[in-house]
């Protein structure tokens, strides 16, 4: 069997208006992932990688071209049937926590499982925390932990539905460096486990040398790295 492709992208772009001025920010970019890989997407500030990275989580339109999704071009879809298979399909994870300030930590990482309507999502929700080692945490408000803590409810979050495709921008972007490694030695040890497909966009090269292929944004152009 031929591995599949959960994304692909084909001739993208994206331009931004500025007065009259219009830029090109990402000016026509292929990407292939198959199933199971991780790919980081490095890259100058302003390069546009988190443009990038929401046009593939459809929170952003290309101004031309295609993004898929498991097969699926997701321009094409309604923005209710976008949410729906945005929830089903893709987890994400920002340099910023957004976690519900009011929920604890088990309920923050049960809600795409509630809004998708499955079952079992508190032994889901535990076995995620479980994965970033945050079980002895489960009923605490975000505001009651850290910073480093909160990420890996964000991560936990992001990857409990098992989505088949897993988006992080700079997810260690907003903590110490030695919190950072710890976040991203266990994003990495969750995608290992659970065999995830994450596309991680990153200031760091060595965290992108832990991905199996390195894409550098540059000039609104990806180069294999
Ligand atoms: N909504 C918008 N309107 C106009 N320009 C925008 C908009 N969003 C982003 N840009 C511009 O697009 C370029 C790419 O931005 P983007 O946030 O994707 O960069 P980035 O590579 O993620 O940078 P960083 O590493 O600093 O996070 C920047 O020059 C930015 O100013
Ligand atoms: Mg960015």
């Known amino acids: 069997m031929t591995p599949q492709n959960i994304l692909s992208l084909k001739q993208v772009t994206k331009n931004y208006k500025q007065g009259q001025n219009e830029i090109e920010i990402l000016k026509g970019l292929d990407l292939d992932v198959v199933q199971g890989q991780t790919v980081a997407i490095i890259g100058q500030s302003g390069s546009g990688k988190s ?4 046009l593939i989580a459809g929170l952003d339109t290309p101004s031309s071209g295609d ?11 309604d923005e209710k049937s976008l949410t729906r298979f945005r929830g089903a399909n893709i987890g994400i994870v920002f340099q910023q926590f957004h976690l519900m300030s009011h929920l604890t930590a088990l309920d923050n990482v049960r809600l795409p499982l509630d809004i998708l309507g499955q079952d079992n999502a508190v032994e889901k929700a535990r076995d995620a925390l479980k994965l970033v080692k945050l079980d002895h945490r489960e009923d605490h408000l975000p505001q009651q932990m850290s910073g480093g803590e909160n990420q890996r409810v964000a991560i936990a979050r992001s990857f409990v539905v098992n989505p088949k495709l897993l988006l992080a921008d700079e997810p260690s972007g907003s903590l110490d460096q030695e919190t950072g490694k710890v976040i991203m030695d266990l994003l990495f040890h969750a995608v290992n486990e659970r ?3 994450m ?3 990153t200031h760091n090269q060595d965290l992108a040398k832990r991905c ?3 894409w550098e944004l540059k000039q609104g152009q990806l180069h294999k790295r």
């Open 212 to 214: 199996d292929h390195i």
């Open 199 to 201: 596309v991680l966009v």
């Open 195 to 197: 065999q995830m497909t």
């Open 67 to 77: 993004v898929k999704i498991n097969e699926q071009n997701i321009n094409e879809l």
């Open 51 to 54: 443009t990038l990275l929401s």
